[in-house]
């Protein structure tokens, strides 16, 4: 089975305080949420979580595990 990578990238720089990214975390919480109850997507599907405000960092290497990726929003 082919695997699908998703990279997130979440701009966490002061421009996004407040609002917008409550916004993005609702989401990510969304899809996260999709992914775990989609069969097809738990065998295929792997996220990772890069965030960004000046220099990019990696805060969730590519993973398979939803649980994860869910503590990191």
């Known amino acids: 089975m082919r695997r699908l990578s998703i990279y997130f990238l979440i701009d966490i720089s002061e421009s996004m305080v407040g609002e917008p990214i409550q916004q ?37 290497p590519i993973t398979t595990d939803y649980a994860a990726a869910k503590l990191f929003l």
Not at 26 to 47: F, N, R, S, W
């Open 24 to 60: 993005v975390e609702e989401g990510l919480a969304t899809i996260i949420q999709a992914l775990k109850t989609d069969p097809h997507a738990l065998e295929t599907v792997h996220v990772s979580i890069i965030v960004f405000a000046g220099q990019a960092y990696t805060q969730l």
